[in-house]
């Protein structure tokens, strides 16, 4: 839907998941296998906008909200439920692209990720994260287009599974080459 130059989309989802595959972490360090847990639930909502508020400037935004829950293995109850792991309540990402002269661009992105559950032997919440990415592009012909970028460019310290952080800032350049038949 569209509204004063606004696109709008909302989603709502549910997935009622039998035998999820999970790791259970492990303790005092040791790996363990996956393990299948049982009638989870993954339910939430997505919305996202869209704006041009010029011509040469692209705006988007969007939010998931996801209440993930399944029996806790961890005990014996079968009404207790707990929180599956690696998949936080919240996430946001924003994202402003911008066409420049002499067929040059521009893209900044923002990611938000909230505190979500690892299991290690034991629950550890993980810390929420948010990321900033920035890229320029030109292009120089129909198939050949040069990139230069940043991600994580305020280097921030966060970790998607305990245990493994993800990379520090890091600067990247490159090429995009458009091949015919490809």
């Known amino acids: 839907?569209?509204?004063?130059?606004?696109?709008?989309?909302v989603a709502l989802f549910r997935a009622d998941v039998d035998d999820l595959i999970e790791?259970?972490?492990?303790?005092?360090?040791e790996p363990s296998p996956a393990v299948n847990v049982t009638d989870a639930v993954l339910q939430g909502v997505e919305v996202a906008f869209a704006w041009?508020?010029?011509?040469?400037?692209?705006?988007?935004?969007n939010y998931t909200f996801l209440d993930a829950t399944a029996d806790n293995r961890f005990t014996a109850d079968p009404g207790d439920t707990a929180r599956v792991q690696h998949r936080?309540?919240?996430?946001?990402n924003a994202i402003a692209e911008a066409v420049l002269p002499y067929e040059a661009g521009a893209r900044l992105e923002l990611q938000y990720t909230g505190e979500q559950v690892d299991r290690?032997?034991?629950?550890?919440?993980?810390?929420?994260a948010f990321v900033l990415n920035l890229q320029a592009s030109r292009e120089f012909a129909r198939w050949l287009t040069l990139v230069a970028?940043?991600?994580?460019?305020?280097?921030?310290?966060?970790?998607e599974a305990l245990g493994m952080p993800q990379p520090g800032r890091w600067v990247y350049v490159g090429a995009r080459v458009l091949v015919d038949g490809f």
């Not at 790791?23 to 360090?29: F, I, T």
Request: charged share 30%; net charge negative.
């Open 23 to 29: 790791s259970s972490g492990g303790r005092n360090g």
């Open 88 to 92: 936080p309540k919240h996430r946001v």
């Open 52 to 61: 041009r508020p010029i011509e040469r400037l692209g705006l988007r935004l």
């Open 1 to 9: 839907a569209e509204l004063f130059g606004v696109g709008a989309d």
């Open 149 to 159: 970028g940043a991600d994580n460019l305020l280097d921030e310290d966060y970790e």
């Open 120 to 128: 290690f032997g034991t629950s550890v919440t993980l810390d929420d």
